[in-house]
Structure formats: C-alpha cells, structure tokens
C-alpha cells in the first residue's frame, strides 16, 4: 500500500482523493514578508475560510509548499487540517539562494548535516521555528515533500549542495522531491542532477514549468519520467489560461497525460477573498476544469486532480540510511 505523509499522519495513496499540488495557506513571516508584505499568510482562519470554497468543489487535500525558514508555520498547517478537513502535506527542504541571508546554516553545513536536518523533519517532525535556532521547537508534525528550488539560469556550487542532500533524504526517507523553477527554466539540470544522485523520476516534480508553456520542452522533460506540475491558470498576468490548456492536450496527444499535476500556487494575499482578493482556491475545480471538460480534455481531469497526484507524492519504497 503506497502511503501518503500529511500533517495529520500517514494516509492511504488512495484517500489523497482532488489534490492541488503546489499550495501557500501560511506564510506567517520571515524573508517573503519581508520583501513584499503582500506575502504575508499569517491567518489560519482565513486559509480555512478560503479552503471552503475549494472542499466546497469536491477538494481533499493540497502540498503546502513552503520550506522551512521562510514562515512556515506546522502547527499552524496541522489545525488548518483539522478545522478545513483537508489533508494538507507540508514541506521541507529549501528555496532559492536569495532568500537566505549568507550566514544561513545552507551555505556553511555539508550536504550530508543538510540531509539529516531535512530527514528529521520527515521521520520525527519539523521544526516549529524552521531550524533558525538555536533551540529546537521538534513538533510532532511531519513533513512528506521536500522542497528544491533554483532561480533563472543560476546554478552555483550551493546549488549543486543543496540537490545532493535533497537527494539523500530522499534517498533515506522515500519523501518526494517537488521543486520550484524560476520562470520555468533549469527544469532538465535540477532533474538531471537528482536522477544523477539517484532519485527514481516518479519522485520528481518539477514545479512551475508551465511558465515556460513550450510542449516540446515538455515533453523532453516528461521522457525522463519525471511529474510536470502547473499552476498558471487564473494568472493572466503571466499568460491566458489557453497555454496550460494547450500544454495538457499536448500530454495526452504524446502521452505523458500521467505525469501532470495542478496548483494554483496562490503565495500571496490578493489572491484570496478572505483577504479581499481573488480568485481564490475555487477557481482551478470551478473554472478550469470544466473549461477542460468543453475542450474535449475531460478524461484529464481526474488524472490530473487524483491519480497523479496519489502517485506523485506517495513515499518510495526507499531507506538506504544516510
Ligand atoms: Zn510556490
């Protein structure tokens, strides 16, 4: 039986049921904020508010993927769980190099100590304060992803670090890897790097892809066997939602319609009307689905919402020790 790690505790692949894959419901602080308090999630009663209209459409459960040290919050996510019903499955690992101060554990750890930090989290439990330190706060919440991120077109030797230990806890653990590109580039290093240190390709989701909406590239990432996973639909600011529709009939015409996943990424809050924003977390079931369904892609839907995702974030059968 193939198992899911939630925030809740471990659930059947099966139980996953319609799963966004690349969600943001608490970004309580830390350099997102900081930047731009746009990004600042710090109300779980407006993520279950928001939730709403996502179960409202038949929605079970989300990856939160937020890494830690950047306002993660895992109690917060598990009582988000509880009062939503959803099962939400949370994120360790790391994001892009600019947003961590030089002096971050990151840079200055071997990628083995990274590996360990990033297993504890997915054995034992994450972090409470994201391994700022220097105590612990070691709730009993565990993490099932591990998040990897570069930015565009940079790939430095903390780079290279990083994908090793990601790789190496995914090694120990089984977690899946799901990554994050900046603009949809680097998507064929950062898989090629983990296939290279010995990850399978279906624990391998590279995110935000669809922002570079080039079938071709698409497909020659999808013959390496790993999970594509968009979430440009609702951002016409990006682009119209006709590019991820063309992209998803191009998987089915070349047949790697079992390796798409779908999010809506919705890391700030003018996204969400809890917050007086939009279009909120209904828009991907209540909008694009069936928009999917007229254009004659409906066999897709369930694919796309259940199927991929219970295999995409299911926990290898893997547990070489560090
Ligand atoms: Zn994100």
Redesign the pocket.
Known sequence: MALIRTVTGDIDARDLGICYA?E?LLITGGMFPRHDKDFLLDDSAHAVEDLHAFTALGGSSVAD?MPCGLGRDPEGLRSISERAGVSIIAATGFHTERWYDTQHWLYHYSAGQIAGLFREEIEVGMDQWGYRGPLLNRTRVRAGVIKVATGYYTWSKNTEKWFEAAALAHLATGAPIAS?TEDGVLGDRQADTLLKHGVSADSIIIGHIDKNADPYVHRDLAARGVFLEYDGPSRLKYGPDSDVVKLIAAATEHGYGDQILLGM?L?RRSYYPSYGGGPGLGYLLGVFAPRLEAEGLGDMVQRIFVDNPARAFALAQTADPL
């Open positions: 690349h943001h993927l994050h990424d890391a």
